[in-house]
């Protein structure tokens, strides 16, 4: 069974430009979460997906941040326009309806430069 | 909020020393605790859990006691291995009040040299 991916490994982009981040999940995954991690701090959750609906979208930090999973597989993330702070290593996990927290399987994550 | 606060790395150990790495939280509820692990180039992987004061979860020569009094969640492990290398993440999640969201720490990078 594979497991969640993500895409691009790594992304390098100038402050203003756009990326979108893309997470697959496990197949049959309704639970889909995105977390960032930046310049080695903690670990923050952004979002929670139910199939194609926001369930809690309270750590998106402002709303140069779109999160989308329209039919409630794949998810992207968009950042438009990107700043400098906004580097770092952006998480996505998946689990089960009605998984526990520690349910989540991660992606390796995608590491965003901004320069 | 809830929070999560672990001890700052990089630590470097030699092979076979013993390891510690401290992590202590803050709730209003009643959390469940997790060490989680990220091997160079993986995701994130979960190494052990505990749901309630006084558990203890062990995995792969790793433990950690849920401590309620001192509000702490230490990892050990006796004897590490340079295959332990790895940045290791201290969280929680409150299920009692309904939030699927993991708390992480800042994460500590592990480095054993043989």
């Known amino acids: 069974e594979a497991g969640v991916t993500q895409f691009p490994s790594h992304s390098v982009i100038e402050k203003g430009q756009t990326v979108t981040l893309r997470c697959d999940p496990i197949s049959g995954h309704d639970n889909l979460y995105w977390y960032r991690r930046v310049m080695g701090k903690e670990i923050k959750f952004l979002l929670h997906f139910v199939k194609e609906s926001k369930q809690d979208e309270s750590g998106m930090p402002n709303n140069r941040f779109l999160a989308e999973r329209t039919g409630g597989t794949y998810s992207t993330l968009k950042v438009q326009p990107a700043e400098l702070e906004d580097s770092g290593v952006y998480f996505c996990a998946s689990s089960q309806v009605g998984g526990l927290s520690y349910e989540q399987y991660f992606g390796p994550g995608t590491r965003l430069t901004v320069t | 909020g809830d929070s999560v606060t672990q001890m700052e790395g990089p630590v470097t150990l030699s092979e076979e020393a013993f390891l510690t790495i401290n992590c202590t939280y803050t709730a209003t509820g009643y959390p469940s605790l997790f060490w989680y692990v990220q091997y160079p180039g993986e995701g994130l992987q979960l190494l052990l859990k505990?749901?309630?004061?006084?558990d203890k979860g062990s995995n792969k020569g790793f433990e950690a006691t849920y401590r309620k009094e001192t509000t702490s969640f230490h990892l050990e492990k006796g004897s590490v291995q340079v295959s332990d290398s790895a940045v290791y993440f201290c969280a929680l999640s409150d299920e009692v009040q309904g939030a699927q969201k993991l708390v992480f720490g800042q994460g500590t990078r592990l480095t054993i040299n043989p």
């Open positions: 505990a749901t309630k004061a006084d």
